[in-house]
């Protein structure tokens, strides 16, 4: 794959921070509006999509290191995890933190109100759980799309089948 | 707090807080990841036992996942159960222990088997995934989770399926198990929201309760019954089973059956517990008696002539499959007739039960035999093979011993379970029995056939390098002949401690029911 025009890339590169920032939102929202941690991290690892479409295969190669997709993908699997056995004092998944007055500890009054970040306890750490690992695993996945598409442009030390 | 309250919800964090570690494991050389493999696996065992003897002395459990407590199926003022639900009940209980016991063996072997191999802490990931989605259909109260552990099963299994991604034959399997597993997942989908649509729920105890014989049920029925055969791979579905297990590596062809199993428990379950004694007509237990008797015969009567190790004995599991169609489809057309359920039905059931747990013991060790022999001469072709007993003889005592056990010879455990379901089935008419024994004949004759060529015979030039495999893949294998010899040296304990509690759950459709409903008169429901 080769890199676009050079207007190209610049917008790609600006907007990108931007789709970036939106899809963060999302995940930080995904207690209060539509949305959540996979909507929120398929619009992060957007991110990634662009640049490979603007940039090539080959310059993101040389840019990112796919272990660091590796490592978010279990930090977030295992934070979600965790929050669910952190509730094992009520039952598994039980929401501690939820109206507890710390992290999403909050209290919302009773009746119509715009909602707030700090509140809804378990709910808000999954969803910021849950991007973090979508955000690796579907950005690995578009690397990997991408060294499929093009099997003549190696990929790291990955070989055909798994033979030492 | 007692903590074995939690059991239900460990069963399943286990394995999957296993998985999420695995890929880290990476990073600390091959030693921490079999670590890893072996400790969560010997974990979930441990787990799965005291599930196992804790249901069988305190009946079935439930678990209320996020509730304020474990057992408060319905809170205050709320008639069905709206949180996430598990049910445990003997019989889960039991698919449960086996499972566990099959794919720790399946982890041991891996372990030495896989050891060559590149890409195994992603192999260890989704091991669990696949063992996190087993344990799950088989914990699960509700429907709508039955599905989405099937497709964790699924999704996990293609993976591992096409592990050797430079074999094309590899890749085929997956790709044609992908595509009739995902047809499989999309009707029970169906099913549930056929069943949804006219009942506003998905948990299976309220659905047993008020569950009534009409059109959409019906159309459920039929959607449920034709995807999980296809799952446990009863003729005419089971064109994925033969590819996908000989193509698999041995270890994880050890856990897929224990996972293929879980369909067919899934499918059980909803014969026995949500329609039970509405099912009214007799057509339905027909339908799967038919079943059982064409898988028998054409998976039998297609292994007889096949070549290669893995794909003769993954033809055997269709014919396998078969006998536990025919048991439970007898017991279940006695099902509602105390006369004919004391009489027949509920010997077929304990056949069809005890033959579950005899077939996946036995089974995966034929497989993890068959990948021994694979690791030692590098060979899958029975043609090629020959004189191995000098070579390996610890590998064909534990093959002789599955053999055994599969073709039925007593005093095998095999033999007690087909008795039971000759007997039963003979009561419903002598012709299925006959096509029981036939089948049970030919199977002997297929495993003459296969411990003839590899075995016996003079010694082969070119396996006169030929070592006995690595002590890891024969404790692996020992793990499933101990099971196998336990089972046949004490057939009756197993019939009465292991068998039986599983068979009368299945036939208890108030207790399973009962449970969750009668956790509301002390959470203050209703």
């Known amino acids: 794959m080769n890199p676009l025009s050079v207007v190209a890339r610049t917008v790609c590169n600006l907007f990108a921070w931007f789709l970036a920032i939106f899809g963060i939102y999302v995940i930080v929202h995904g207690h209060l509006t539509p949305g959540g941690g996979f909507q929120g991290g398929a619009v992060v690892a957007t991110f990634m999509a662009f640049l490979l479409v603007a940039h090539g295969g080959e310059k993101m190669q040389s840019w990112v290191r796919k272990d660091r997709f590796t490592l ?73 799309m991408f060294s499929a598409a093009h099997p003549q442009e190696p990929m790291g030390r990955e070989e055909s089948g798994h033979d030492r | 707090m007692n903590w074995l309250d939690h059991l239900p919800a460990l069963m399943l964090a286990v394995p999957l807080f296993g998985a999420f570690i695995a890929p880290l494991t990476a990073w600390g050389g091959k030693g921490l990841r079999n670590a890893w493999f072996l400790l969560v696996s010997v974990v979930f065992s441990v ?12 009946g079935p459990l439930i678990y209320v996942m996020g509730g304020q407590g474990w057992n408060i199926a319905l809170p205050s003022g709320i008639s069905i159960p709206v949180r ?67 497709e964790i099963s699924s999704v996990a299994s293609f993976g591992l399926v096409a592990f050797w991604r430079d074999r094309g034959e590899a890749l085929e399997a997956a790709f044609k198990y992908m595509l009739v597993s995902s047809l499989g997942a999309m009707m029970v989908l169906l099913a549930v929201a056929f069943l949804y649509s006219r009942y506003n729920v998905v948990n299976m105890a309220t659905l047993g309760k008020v569950i009534e014989w009409g059109m959409v049920e019906k159309t459920a029925l039929v959607l449920f019954l034709t ?17 996908a297990y000989a193509e698999a590596p041995a270890g994880v062809t050890c856990a897929l059956i224990a996972v293929s199993q879980a369909s067919l428990y899934g499918l059980f379950r909803v014969c026995f517990t949500i329609y039970g004694a509405f099912m009214g ?47 439970f489809g007898v017991g279940l057309l006695a099902l509602g007739d105390a006369r004919a359920m004391a009489d027949y039905g509920f010997t077929a059931l304990k056949g069809g039960v005890f033959h579950i747990v005899n077939y996946t013991m036995y089974k995966g060790l034929l497989f993890l035999a068959a990948g021994a022999l694979f690791y030692a001469t590098g060979s899958r072709n029975l043609n090629e093979m020959g004189g191995l007993a000098r070579r390996m003889p610890k590998t064909m005592v534990l093959f002789m011993i599955a053999a055994a056990a599969i073709a039925g010879l007593p005093p095998f455990n ?3 379970s087909k008795l039971l379901i000759y007997e039963s089935s003979f009561a419903v008419h002598p012709i299925l029995a006959v096509f029981a024994m036939v089948t049970s004949v030919l199977t002997l004759a297929s495993f003459v056939k296969i ?76």
């Not at chain 2, 222990?97 to 060559?116: K, N, Q, T």
């Not at chain 2, 009756?492 to 009668?518: C, H, R």
Request: aromatic residues 12%.
């Open chain 1, 72 to 144: 978010m993908e279990c930090f977030g699997l295992t934070l979600f995890i965790s929050a669910g056995l952190l509730g094992m004092s009520k039952t598994f998944f039980f929401n501690f933190l939820a109206k507890a007055g710390g992290v999403f500890g909050g209290v919302l009054p009773i009746g119509p109100n715009a909602g707030a970040l700090n509140t809804s306890g378990t709910i808000a750490l999954m969803n910021l759980s849950v991007g973090i690992e979508v955000v690796g695993g579907l950005s690995m996945i578009l690397l990997y």
């Open chain 2, 414 to 416: 095999g033999f007690v």
């Open chain 2, 227 to 243: 995807a999980l055969a296809m799952k446990c791979g009863s003729v005419p579905m089971h064109m994925w089973m033969p590819d």
């Open chain 2, 47 to 58: 787990l799965a036992i005291l599930l196992w003897s804790r249901v069988g002395a305190a």
């Open chain 2, 281 to 327: 007509s007799p057509v339905i237990p027909w339908v799967i008696i038919i079943l059982g008797i064409l898988s028998m015969f054409i998976g039998v009567s297609m292994a007889v002539i096949q070549k290669e190790v893995g794909r003769l004995i993954a033809y055997h599991s269709v014919s396998q499959v078969g006998y536990m169609l025919l048991g």
């Open chain 2, 84 to 150: 996430i639900l598990m049910e445990i009940d003997a019989f889960s209980a039991f698919m449960v222990l086996l499972g566990a016991v099959a794919s720790l063996a399946g982890a041991v072997f891996s372990v030495a088997y896989m050891d060559r191999f590149s890409g195994m802490e992603k192999f260890v990931a989704l091991y669990f995934l696949m063992v996190t989605g087993m344990f799950g259909m088989e914990v699960t109260g509700d429907f709508f989770n039955f599905f989405v552990f099937l």
């Open chain 2, 451 to 526: 411990f003839q060529t590899a075995f016996l015979g003079p010694e082969l030039k070119k396996f006169a390098g030929v070592k006995e495999v690595p002590g890891a893949m024969l404790v692996g294998m020992t793990v499933l002949a101990v099971a196998i010899i336990g089972l046949s040296l004490f057939p009756t304990w197993s019939l009465n401690n292991l068998v039986e509690p599983a068979a009368k759950a299945l036939m208890d459709q108030t207790s399973y029911i009962g449970a969750v409903f009668a956790a509301a008169a002390t959470g203050g429901g209703l």
